[in-house]
Structures are given as C-alpha cells and as structure tokens.
C-alpha cells in the first residue's frame, strides 16, 4: 500500500484534517492548483469556533477582526453596533501553508499540480488514478471543494436548497479608508437599481453587497446572490464591476484599486447534510457539505477539524472502513442542530422576502428597537449558531407580535416547506416532541379548545 489515506484537495478542509492525520499516518495530498497559498476566498471566523476547536494556532494568520456592524438599504434601514462577539480576518495566503509545513513536518506528501482523475475501491483498497499518475490508499478523503468529481462519481446530490455565489475582490485604497474604519464590517448594503423590481427576492435576481475593512489600506468587498442555481461568474463580475464604479452610495471606494479577484459557489447546509460516506471514502469541508446555512464553511472547519479527525484515526486504527461507520464522524449536538435550522429557516426569509420585508427583518436588530437592548447580540448570535434555548424563546415571542404570521407563511414557496420539513424531522423527534406533550397536556388540564394567535385559528 502506498499510502494510509489520500487526500483529494488542499483548501482548509484537505490541509487541516491531514496535518492531524500525519502525527500517525502515511498521508498524500494532491492539488491541482500550482502554489498551496493559492486561494480565491477570504475569511472571517468567529472566536467562537476558534475555542470550539482548539485552534488557536490559526490566530498567528489573524489580522485585526470585526469592530462595528453596518447595515444600509435602499429602502432606508441603516442599522449600526459595535460588535460584540469577538471575530478574526484570517489570511488565507499564510494559514494554508501553515498547515502544509505541519504535514511536511510530519513525512506527509503534498503534491501539487496534481489533478484528481478518478478512484475505484477494491476489498483493501482505493486506486486513485491522478495527472501524476496511481497511488493506492486505505482511505480516500475528499476534500476537493462545492464542485467536488468524487461526489458526482457516486451521484450525490444537494437536497435542491439555495446556493450562495459570492464575487469580490480585495481592495486597496491609495488615499486612505475615507469614512470607513478598519473592523468595518457592513452586512447588508443594497441598490435600486440592481433590481429588476424592488420587491423581486433574493433567489429571483437581487444580489447583495458586502464588505470587510481588513486594515488601514485594505478590503475584500464582495456581492452575494441567494438562488436555487450557482449564478455565472462573467454575470457576476459585470454585476459588481457596476456596484463598485457606478453606484453613488459606494463613493468610498471609488479610487480603489483591485488587487485580488475573489469569488465562489456553495450550497446550504442542513442539520444532515455532513452525513456522506461510502465504504473506504470520506468527504469533508465543502464536498462534505460542512456549510452552516449562512456559509461559513471555513469556520466550520475551523471548529471541527481535531474532534473530525480524532474519530477518523480511532477508525482507522479500528480497521472500520465501511459507510455506515464513516457516515457518523461529525457528529453535531442536538443543540448545534438546532441552530442550524433556526439558521436554515432565515436563509430561506432572506432568499425569499421582499425588499420591505427585509428592512423589517434589519430593523429588528437595531439597538432598542423590537428586540430592545438585546437586538445586536441576537442578531450575532443567530450568524455564529450560538443562541440559547432562553434567546430563541424571546425572539420567536417578539417575532410573532412583529412580523404578520400571514405574510410570513406566505414567502417560502411550497417546495421548501418539504425540505424543511424532512429537516426538521430529527428535530422534533429529539426537541419539540417534548414540547408538544407539554403543550396537548396543559390543553387537557385547562379544557382549552382553540387558540388564536395574529388572526390565526387553531382550533
Ligand atoms: C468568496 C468567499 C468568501 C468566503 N468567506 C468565508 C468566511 O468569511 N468565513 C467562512 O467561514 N467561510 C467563508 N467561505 C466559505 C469557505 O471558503 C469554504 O467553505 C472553504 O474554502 C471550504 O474549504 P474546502 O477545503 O472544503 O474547499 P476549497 O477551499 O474549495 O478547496 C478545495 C481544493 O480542492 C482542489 N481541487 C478541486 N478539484 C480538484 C481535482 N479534481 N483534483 C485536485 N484538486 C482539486 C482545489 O484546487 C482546492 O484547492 C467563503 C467562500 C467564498 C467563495
């Protein structure tokens, strides 16, 4: 055998669960791209995650982090904090060669230039056919990416959720941040006329501006689309080479310079999306589908990388190789799980709603606003999966009396209800079950025979 496992891509997912594995094992990571810096993303990553896995290490490639959050429509929400969860700009130039010199520290081999071609597993084996020519292998893992061939060999599919398309650059400003300031971070900025009809949704056209002020002369700024397809590069760059030239609302960055081209596709994840296996191979990052709704996927690396590749070497040792064993490494609390679908159900609002209806959704966050003082911290606890049970019960309280229940219901499409629905399945079985017994039993004891909550009967 040549090797104990092959990883198939040397994004974060590939470098960092192989600098784990290669304490113990005999690894081999092929890329097709020439430099392992190479890298078309950028990433924030809340503390959060950092503690949650044990890597602290990753904040030697940390500069600066977010200090104040900005929102502004054009409808006319402009909803401002200063933040208070702590997050971290990672360089992704230095924190992906950092994990490469681990794995080379440990005897691993990187090899780059390298195109992943094809795999067949045998009873004690994987041959891995690739430009540089046949390895074989215990273990194959695939972490090659959204775009992932070994996934589309074995015909996986994502459940039909939404894809996020993400166009940007890093930025540079020859005379300074004008009125920005480092640590700016503006969440949800959009335009009139970037839209076929201010009412049109995300997922049927509008794309959404962000950006990060990453030090006193830098910023990745990006638009984002919410839609059922991956929406094309070159429509894309058009999209926001106008944003950033012609609108008047982004006069700050008008002399700025492009220094790096940023972009990229990845779909939703779910509460069981990660659960992907077949016998002898792995899939991990995004050809594992580790998105939390909202798309951070290098932060759900971040968070799980250690604990995902201690069980990985327990079943290595174990001689366990079969899917069934392989498909329960990540293993999510019912908690996190939980999170993720309250996350799930606001990207399908965000995707989903009107423009009027997402200003109400912004202006719920503001400082003293419907959620009172509370309204920020939950707005960042909803993004970084950390709410507790007590801050979902008093969001889900002032949501009903603020949103009109009727217009809610309407704004998800029907098909969605299903996907949900199937997600939600695990959910109640473990969680709401509970709470349903709760409720039919303070039915039984006060003889109440219908509710009514906004307009709606329930009876
Ligand atoms: C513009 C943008 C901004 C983002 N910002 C954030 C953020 O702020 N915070 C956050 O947490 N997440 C963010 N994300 C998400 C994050 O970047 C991804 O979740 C993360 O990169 C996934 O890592 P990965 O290693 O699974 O995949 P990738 O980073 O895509 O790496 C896959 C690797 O596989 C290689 N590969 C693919 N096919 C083959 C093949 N056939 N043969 C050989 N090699 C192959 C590729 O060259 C690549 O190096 C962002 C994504 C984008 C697009």
């Known amino acids: 055998m040549d090797y104990d496992v092959i990883i198939a891509g040397a994004g974060p997912a590939g470098l960092s ?3 784990e594995l290669s304490k113990e094992l005999k690894v081999l990571v092929i890329d097709k791209k020439e430099k392992i810096s190479d890298c078309h993303r950028s990433w924030l990553v809340p503390d959060l995650c950092v503690q949650g896995g044990n890597a602290q290490e990753i904040t030697q490639c940390a500069h600066n982090g977010v200090t104040h959050f900005l929102t502004k429509t054009f409808g006319g929400a402009c909803v401002k904090w200063d933040a208070l969860l702590k997050y971290y700009f990672i360089d992704e130039h230095k924190v992906l060669p950092m994990w490469g010199d681990i794995l080379e520290s440990n005897g691993a081999k990187i090899l780059l230039g390298c195109l992943y071609q094809d795999s067949e597993v045998e009873q004690d084996k994987v041959i891995v056919s690739t430009s ?17 061939p070994i996934r589309k060999k074995y015909n996986i599919m994502e459940k039909g959720y939404y894809w996020w398309s993400v166009y940007g650059a890093i930025v540079e400003f020859p005379d300074g941040l004008n009125d920005m300031e480092v640590g700016d971070y503006m969440l949800w900025q959009t335009f009139k006329d970037t839209n076929a009809h201010v009412d049109t949704s995300m997922a049927h056209g509008r794309p959404v501006l962000e950006y990060e002020i990453l030090d006193d002369k830098t910023a990745f700024v990006f638009i984002f689309y919410l839609r059922k397809n991956q929406v094309e590069k070159d429509m894309m760059h058009e999209e926001f080479d106008h944003v950033l030239r012609h609108e008047k609302s982004m006069k700050n960055y008008e002399n700025c310079t492009i220094k790096e081209w940023k972009f990229g596709w990845y779909p939703m994840g779910g509460m069981n999306s990660q659960k992907v296996a077949e016998d002898r191979v792995t899939f991990i990052g995004d050809a594992g589908c580790w998105t939390a709704p909202c798309g951070w996927g290098f932060s759900f690396v971040v968070d799980n990388y250690k604990k995902y ?4 070497l327990a079943s290595i040792n174990n001689e366990q190789f079969d899917k069934c064993h392989l498909v329960n490494l990540i293993q999510l609390s019912v908690r996190t799980k939980s999170q993720v679908l309250i996350d799930q159900i606001t990207t399908h609002f965000l ?36 709410l507790s049970d007590d801050d979902v019960k008093f969001m889900l309280k002032v949501a009903v009396k603020y949103f009109d229940l009727r217009e809610l219901m309407h704004i998800m499409p029907h098909e969605d209800y299903f996907l949900l629905l199937e997600e939600v399945k695990e959910y109640v079985e473990a969680e709401v079950l509970d709470g349903l017994h709760e409720l039919l039993s303070i039915f039984k004891h006060k003889k109440i025979r219908s509710v009514h909550i906004n307009g709606f009967d329930f009876s």
């Open 351 to 386: 995707a989903n709603a009107s423009a009027p209806m997402l200003d109400k959704f912004i202006n719920l966050f503001e400082p003293g606003g419907p959620l009172g003082d509370k309204g920020p911290l939950l707005c960042e606890k909803l993004f970084t999966l950390t």
């Open 17 to 19: 669960v192989g600098s």
């Open 309 to 312: 590749a201690a069980n990985l």
């Open 132 to 148: 540089e020519g046949t390895f074989t292998t215990r273990l194959l893992i695939d972490a090659s990416g959204y775009n992932s």
